[in-house]
């Protein structure tokens, strides 16, 4: 089926340093979702996107739902050691509970202390 | 955002058995989704579940051998029939909360043996 492209797949960096991931897609989404997945629990919702071009942060976290709505990129600063896990973007064609989401491969984070 | 309790969270099963999982939701909704997550790979929907009438399953997943309950609008059942070593995987159930987006249980791990 349908997937998102999400890079990188892996990355192993020093406790402080800034993080990257992006996703692309083939086809227009109207909502881009980033989550955590902490080992032995089930993905949850860092940043929510919906307007392309929306600029959104979190806390250390910040999304941007890409101007052309293929794609989306998420950034972290100065990494901390909880900030392990694996990242996974999703797509969703339509909005709210009207589509389902199309999940990227994920990004495996770790963080040296 | 909905709290959603999946039982159980793990089990070890022999080839050709079936295992029922079940997601209890703490707020009526009115769609639930099934994913399964394959060893080291992202999350795949299987189907969709409305109260009420039968779930949708999307392509590459039959009735036959993912059978899904939707009985109220709190709770849904999947069953893995006949299982097999390739189902091996994580199956997590989801809703839409609305500006939470879409919540995840914490999945049930099934190694089939």
Redesign the interface.
């Known amino acids: ?1 349908q ?1 998102l492209n999400q890079s990188p797949q892996s990355m192993f960096i020093q406790e402080g340093e800034d993080v990257s991931m992006n996703c692309t897609s083939s086809s227009i989404f109207n909502t881009w ?1 980033w ?1 955590k997945q902490d080992p ?6 860092l940043i ?1 996107l919906y307007k392309a071009g929306e600029l959104t942060s979190n806390g250390r976290l910040t999304a941007q739902f890409g101007i052309t709505r293929k794609d989306s990129f998420l950034n972290i600063s100065a990494s901390i050691p909880s900030d392990v896990g694996i990242y ?1 973007c ?1 797509g969703q064609h339509g909005s ?2 009207t589509g ?2 199309i ?4 990004t495996t984070l770790q963080v040296k202390p | ?1 909905a709290v ?1 309790s999946q039982k159980p969270s793990r089990d070890i099963c022999q080839r050709g058995t079936s295992l029922t999982i079940q997601c209890q939701v703490d707020s009526q909704v ?2 639930m ?1 099934w994913y399964r997550q394959q060893p080291g ?5 299987i189907a ?1 579940a409305n109260q009420g009438s039968e779930a949708t399953y ?3 997943f039959v009735i036959d051998k993912f059978p899904i309950s939707r009985p109220n609008l709190t709770f849904s059942t999947l069953t893995v029939s006949n299982m097999s070593p390739e189902d091996s995987s994580i199956y ?1 159930c ?1 809703v ?1 909360t ?1 500006s ?8 049930t ?1 099934l190694t089939v043996v």
């Open positions: 089926g997937q979702l989550y032995g629990e089930g993905p949850v919702l929510a996974f999703a709210g509970n389902k989401l999940f990227g491969q994920g | 955002s959603i009115t769609m989704f790979q992202s999350l795949t929907l969709t999307e392509s590459g997590l989801s839409w609305g939470y987006g879409y919540t995840f249980g914490s999945g791990r």
